[in-house]
């Protein structure tokens, strides 16, 4: 099972800017449906935004026109860049690679057979 790391959170001020990443050491993510979710404690994890295997994105209303999902060239990372940041969007962010994802490392394809997560990175904002 590939492990997912998440990184680029922080803290902010409302109206600033972070941009989150996702990755897995010495993986190419070849054909994947990928997604960003949040958690607020207390609450249940939330789908923020989506880009499945033919590139179509879904956007949770909240964050249309605001977050924007990506994966660079070499499909090695995936991208959120967030905009225009509110005390609301305060948040555990967490990357998934959904299962059937096939992913290329050492040489191999490799197919996940359940979900992948990654552990997490911090969003603060403050105002």
Not at 7 to 34: E, H, K, P, V, W
Not at 89 to 95: E, F, I
Request: hydrophobic share 35%; glycine share 8%.
């Amino acid at each position: 099972q590939v492990q997912l790391v998440e990184s680029g959170g922080g803290s902010a001020q409302t109206g600033g800017s972070l941009t989150l990443s996702c990755a897995a050491s010495g993986a190419i993510f070849a054909r994947c449906s990928m997604s960003w979710y949040r958690q607020v404690p207390g609450n249940e994890r939330e789908l923020v935004s989506s880009l499945d295997k033919d590139r179509i994105i879904k956007d949770v209303d909240s964050v249309k026109g605001r977050f924007t999902i990506s994966k660079d060239n070499a499909r090695t990372t995936l991208y959120l860049q967030m905009n225009n940041l509110a005390t609301v969007d305060t948040a555990v962010y967490y990357c998934t690679a959904e299962q059937d994802c096939v992913i290329r490392m050492d040489g191999y394809s490799h197919t996940l057979k359940e979900k992948a997560w990654g552990r997490g990175t911090q969003v603060t904002v403050s105002s």
